[in-house]
């Protein structure tokens, strides 16, 4: 009766998805291991002699830590799960769960039984779930219309190179751009022309951008910054320069601005050797009065101020 109740359970084991194993822990040996594990991962049931077959089909990866933590468990007394790739006969890798329960006689571990799962299709929905959260993050990053970087990146942006002009005692410049008139350009050709202006001045301002570290994106509206680390203040004068004429060399129409027939931009110029003392905002702050003020003198134009010491003398550029 025992023998023909071993063979029911025996049957109803390997008649599963999951595969049964056991291992006496004083030989290490395999005592049994359930034939699914050929279709799932091509070896043969007799290959499976020892705990070290098993530490050997393990992805190098992730051998030594799982096989690490196992034993660790084991000899405690400790039940476990362990994920892991496991290799096959033919030399590919199956993602797994080894689900582990410790026998113990008088304290001391004496065999372990368990289950193999195979979870290689949780693992892929994960992963196409992690790379799909990750292109969330990154567009959410970047600006809906115009496909350049957003002002939630800028600021992430500026307080890494703050840190670093911090740091190393080096020049952080920030040029901050606005399109004059812009409003009227939207009443004169409708919002949807303005959707296309705003897209081809961020495309021409973003090839301004040359150096690995330059930062471009729009702040909102019809205002972009240009961060610019590691540059000082002729380089960066030399930059709002360039982005001026980028804009003029579009050629856009518009008929209703004071500043010519074609659109144009104003920009602001800040440049800092930034110390631990001085605020983070100062240089979009900086920038943006002498934005304000390339405006009052009468756009096309930018306007630049420069942080000297303690004084903090200001001087204009047109």
Not at 87 to 115: P, Q
Not at 202 to 218: C, H, I, M, N, P
């Amino acid at each position: 009766m025992i023998e023909q109740d071993d063979d029911i359970y025996r049957t109803l084991l390997e008649s599963t998805k999951a595969i049964p194993w056991k291992i006496n822990w004083e030989t290490k040996a395999f005592e049994y291991i359930g034939p699914q594990i050929e279709t799932l991962l091509g070896w043969r049931q007799d290959s499976w002699t020892s705990a070290q077959d098993w530490i050997d089909r393990i992805h190098e990866e992730d051998r030594e830590q799982t096989a690490h933590n196992c034993i660790n468990l084991c000899e405690n007394g400790i039940d476990h799960e362990a994920d892991y790739r496991a290799l096959t006969a033919d030399g590919e890798y199956v993602w797994v769960r080894d689900v582990v329960h410790v026998i113990r006689k008088n304290g001391v571990t004496t065999d372990l039984v368990g289950f193999i799962f195979d979870i290689s299709e949780r693992k892929a929905m994960e992963e196409a779930l992690q790379q799909a959260n990750e292109k969330l993050e990154a567009l959410s990053y970047l600006d809906g219309l115009t496909g350049v970087p957003n002002r939630r990146l800028y600021d992430k942006t500026l307080e890494r190179e703050w840190e670093h002009a911090v740091r190393t005692a080096t020049a952080v410049s920030l040029v901050v751009i606005d399109i004059d008139h812009f409003k009227d350009y939207n009443d004169q050709y409708g919002h949807i022309q303005g959707d296309e202006c705003l897209k081809q001045v961020a495309e021409a301002l973003q090839k301004v951008a040359v150096k690995s570290t330059d930062f471009f994106a729009r702040y909102g509206g019809e205002e972009f910054v240009l961060l610019l680390p590691d540059t000082g203040q002729d380089a960066a004068r030399d930059i709002a320069e360039q982005c001026r004429r980028r804009v003029l060399e579009l050629a856009i129409e518009h008929p209703a601005s004071t500043a010519g027939h074609l659109l144009t931009i104003s920009a602001g110029v800040a440049s800092m050797i930034p110390t631990e003392d001085d605020p983070l905002d100062d240089l979009f702050s900086t920038a943006d009065r002498m934005l304000y003020q390339a405006k009052r003198n009468g756009r096309n134009r930018f306007a630049c101020s420069w942080s000297q010491g303690v004084a903090r003398k200001e001087r204009e550029s047109c």
